[in-house]
């Protein structure tokens, strides 16, 4: 049974800082791995996702990683923002029925 | 392009009722599947509907149950409520099945009281 873990659970870091958040997954047959982020109370927006043939992927400040050997992903923030302040949360797409399945994501507090 | 829609954005019953939930998926995209965000289990699957069939489904009790119709839109109805269902309902839709591009709706906040 695939399991998905992130740490850490909560983050704090001052404004400018680049910082990396970690997610961690036991079985590595998996379809893709998508980050997402939500906001207090909202639904889910898509951040990058990675298919399981690469390696990673880049979107302005963001940039995701993906090691399906290791079991392992990281997205790391560039720059951080007052702005980037929110849940992010890491999901794998099971590669037999392409549902995700989420860790418990990460809660970011960017400090202006 | 509206994004995904759900219906209402929150709701409030009674221990015992039931409830009905929409979900109107992107124009276009014939796949939905519909999670729970709980503070304690996090988001889970519930199930995923493609050409109104039933296509996965998660390790949720009978009580949830679901469709789809002509049109892709689809509900998940959840019987005899108890308080643990209360949660945020989460819909995402998908072009097809198994398609890697997934946009979530904003989501129902159900309490049960």
């Known amino acids: 049974k695939q399991e998905v873990t992130q740490i850490p659970a909560a983050l704090s870091v001052p404004e400018g800082e680049n910082l990396v958040l970690n997610c961690s997954f036991t079985d590595s047959a998996i379809y893709n791995l998508q980050w997402f982020r939500q906001d207090p109370g909202k639904g889910l927006t898509s951040l990058l996702l990675i298919q399981s043939s690469q390696r990673e992927q880049t979107s302005g400040r963001l940039n995701a990683s993906l090691d399906k050997s290791s079991g392992r992903s990281t997205l790391y923030i560039a720059a951080s923002q007052p702005g980037d302040s929110a849940t992010y949360l890491c999901?794998?797409?099971?590669?037999?029925?392409?549902?995700?399945?989420f860790g418990t994501g990460t809660r970011l507090k960017v400090l202006a | 392009k509206a994004g995904v829609t759900q219906t209402p954005r929150y709701l409030i019953k009674t221990r015992g009722q039931q409830v009905t939930l929409s979900c109107s998926p992107i124009s276009g995209h014939r796949s939905v599947s519909w999670y729970q965000q709980t503070p304690g289990q996090g988001l889970q699957f519930l199930f995923e509907y493609f050409s109104e069939t039933q296509r996965n489904k998660g390790n949720f009790p009978g009580r949830f149950s679901g469709r789809q119709f002509s049109n892709s839109r689809s509900e998940m109805n959840v019987s005899t409520l108890e308080l643990g269902d209360s949660a945020l309902y989460l819909c995402a839709s998908s072009p097809s099945l198994g398609e890697s591009t997934t946009f979530f709706g904003q989501g129902t906040r159900l309490t049960v009281v």
């Open positions: 999901a794998v797409g099971d590669s037999g029925t392409y549902k995700y399945i």
